[in-house]
């Protein structure tokens, strides 16, 4: 090959998007704070009626972290990132507001809840502690907060909310737990109430099958047993009766190779419910 172009390729690879190193993130440690992921809106415990705050909590670089975009209703903006720092084996978040406040928390997962605790220093000249406690309540999420001035001896309360699906996204937090139990799948029993009649599936070779040919293919295919799959990313957009699931997905049984796979899932609202109408997959690669 002449050397102009072996030029040409060195810098086209050079200027490739860098993949994120999923595996890096696999452990269960990374995913104590799964349970925060969602599109919700916010409460005061005491007030179930009036939505107080809109608050976005997605994945972020492949996995191994997670973004919250806090929007209050009377305009108060705040953003966070929160990761597990396993050299230290600690959460850290970093949480920053419209209003110019920075809070660094970091902690642990105590039983079922996110436990992080952050220095605090009022432009008084002030300083406290603060803990923010996060605990999955079903569907829902609750965030309590505290503040200490004596080290941590005694805590008052600072708020206390709670976080439900989105009422504008309902539909959406169907459709997640369906594709959650589309992932899970391991038999045709329970795939078949998912799937459509005119269900459409584009296989990543380019193949078309039906539902049937679908169907029998997983019958003939079925899962390892230890197989894990999680999804990387996962966004639900609704349109009328129609749905859209666009996401990444990493699997992996124990002793093999990973595998990640971008999808696109459309579905239809039926009488009964919604149902898939086609799918698409793309492998990725490891």
Request: hydrophobic fraction near 40%.
């Amino acid at each position: 090959m002449p050397f102009y172009q072996l030029l040409f390729l060195s810098l086209l690879a050079a200027l490739a998007p860098a993949q994120p190193d999923a595996a890096a993130c696999d452990g269960p440690a990374y995913h104590q704070f799964d349970f925060f992921l969602g599109d919700w809106d916010t409460y005061d415990v005491t007030d179930s009626t009036t939505v107080v705050a809109r608050n976005t909590v997605t994945p972020m670089v492949g996995g191994c972290a997670i973004r919250e975009s806090y929007r209050q209703n009377d305009g108060m903006v705040g953003e966070s990132f929160s990761t597990y720092d396993a050299s230290r084996g600690v959460w850290h978040q970093s949480w920053v507001t419209s209003r110019g406040e920075l809070l660094l928390l970091e902690g642990k997962l105590q039983g079922n809840r996110m436990v992080l605790t952050a220095p605090e220093h009022a432009a008084n000249g002030d300083s406290s502690l603060i803990r923010g406690i996060w605990e999955p309540l079903g569907p829902n999420v609750r965030e309590t907060a505290e503040r200490s001035h004596d080290g941590g001896k005694t805590w008052a309360p600072v708020f206390d909310i709670i976080f439900r699906p989105h009422r504008a996204r309902s539909d959406s937090a169907g459709i997640v737990a369906l594709e959650q139990r589309w992932l899970a799948a391991r038999d045709t029993a329970t795939l078949s109430p998912i799937l459509a009649p005119d269900f459409v599936h584009v296989t990543p070779g380019g193949a078309f099958l039906s539902r049937s040919e679908h169907l029998a293919w997983v019958a003939g295919h079925p899962p390892p047993a230890d197989r894990q799959a999680r999804f990387e990313t996962l966004e639900v957009r609704i349109y009328g009766n129609t749905a859209v699931a666009t996401g990444v997905v990493r699997s992996q049984a124990a002793g093999g190779p990973a595998r990640r796979s971008a999808f696109t899932d459309v579905f239809v609202q039926h009488p009964s419910g919604w149902q898939a109408v086609s799918a698409e997959e793309t492998i990725l690669g490891r």
